[in-house]
């Protein structure tokens, strides 16, 4: 297996899913700039959009990485909601977090 990678995005109160691109027709890009972090998302249905707007400071993204015989590597961001915008011209959402928590899931499970 090559590396793997997908990215979802979550309500960090109640866990609901609300994008995630490895069921849903989206990209994303993302990067460091700095001390954070951002995605930039494409391909996204307007009601998920205004759905991701309007819980802007509610929301949790997570990466998630494989690597060929790696365990699965999730990275969790802490998503700053006064800096999640939408360009309706380009059709373009914008996340920015400014944490990060990376740790390897099944260390915490029970054999």
Known sequence: M????????????????????KTDSLSYR????GE???FTVTGLDD????????LRQELNVFRFVQRKDQPLVKHWYYVQGD?????KDRGTLTIFA??????????????
């Open 83 to 87: 800096r999640v915008a939408y360009d």
């Open 30 to 33: 993302f990067q460091k700039e």
């Open 98 to 111: 400014n944490s990060e928590i990376r740790y390897v899931p099944e260390d915490y499970f029970a054999d």
């Open 47 to 54: 009601p998920t959009v205004e759905q991701i707007i309007d």
């Open 2 to 21: 090559a590396q793997q990678e997908w990215f979802m995005v979550k309500h960090g109160v109640t866990g609901r899913g609300l994008a995630n691109s």
């Open 36 to 38: 954070g972090f951002i």
